[in-house]
């Protein structure tokens, strides 16, 4: 399968993507001019499937490797485990040219993507995604980050890595329901930036929910080069970028509203089913486009209806202190069409209400 390339003023990196890349890390590591030693970091669960074939790999390419575990969630995505981590370079010897590898999801990856922004002030990052979601969203584009007791993600940099290998066989043994987590941002992508991406989704649900490795490649390819597109247009998030939040604006709320019970895609599906009626409200949305887009969610094992005994008056309130809020008035990524988005500031609390309990009906 052909690398894409992401493309920034101070430099550019490979995203290769494909069906047993991890057996190639090592000759990646020296084709990059790595020597000596390289860390890997990965979560328990992702370190007793994978970790050893890594390091036995790099240990045939004269690497000498640490393997640096952490606890499995989000909850130790943190600024203990952070110090910790630097406890355990420091006494590896790890230095400045040493490369650290993220191996797992996007909570191994943005809490090792910290370490390697702050470790000696920066030292080189591979990211190794092992999960759909971050096979497609939190490798790409140098967001890293640690939580800072109920704040997400408030603690973080902008740090590139040096290089993203997404081996989409490791997805085989991924539990069905992150599998279906990680869908949810892959319809995202068509929703926001691509039709043509949509209908691959639309047209082969079942066979990519069943893991298929054509389609599953293709699917990946597809949101990798979308992701790389929009960093390569607002690095830092100060514009563009802002349309990979569609979704996202009542999926967060949602989420923090239960206290994390709602898993991150499901939150974000009935989020981009929120934003979806409010566009048909604002007389935007077809009726026709907003049935597919329903449909296609559904088929996809993910939610659209709101949970019957939700608080509308408290999602709205955690909606208003959202980032994105704009003096008590809101503001959504709301679809035009399928593959067409737009920014509309100004959403009234009143037109949320009624959206809300239309959506939970
Ligand atoms: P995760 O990293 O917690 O992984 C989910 C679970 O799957 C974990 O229990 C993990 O041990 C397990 N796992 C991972 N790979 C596996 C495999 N191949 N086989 C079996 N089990 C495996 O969660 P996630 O959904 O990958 O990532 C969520 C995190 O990503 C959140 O912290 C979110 O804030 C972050 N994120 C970051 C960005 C960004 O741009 N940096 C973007 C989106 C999300
Ligand atoms: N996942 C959102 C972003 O990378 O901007």
Redesign the pocket.
Known sequence: MPALKLKLYQGEYRIEIGPGLLGEVGDRLRGMGFKGKAAIIADATVARLYAGRLRSQLEKKDYEVALLEVPPGEGNKSLDQAGRLYTELADFGAERLTPLLALGGGVTGDLAGFVAATYLRGVPLIHLPTTLLAQV??S??G?VAVDHGRLKNYVGAFYQPRMVISDFSTLKTLPADQVVNGLA?CLKYGLIRDKGLFELIEGNIDEIKALDEGLLGKMILHCASI?AE??EKDEK?LGL??I??FG?TAGHALESLSNLAIPHGRAVAMGMMTACLISRRLGVLPDAELARIRSLIQKAGLPVNLPQDLDYAALIQVMQQDKKKQEGALRFILPEAIGKVFIQGGISPLLLAEVLKEQSE
């Open positions: 969203d939190s790409i584009g967001k941002e992701k929009i960093v998030d970028r802002n990979l939040n996202h």
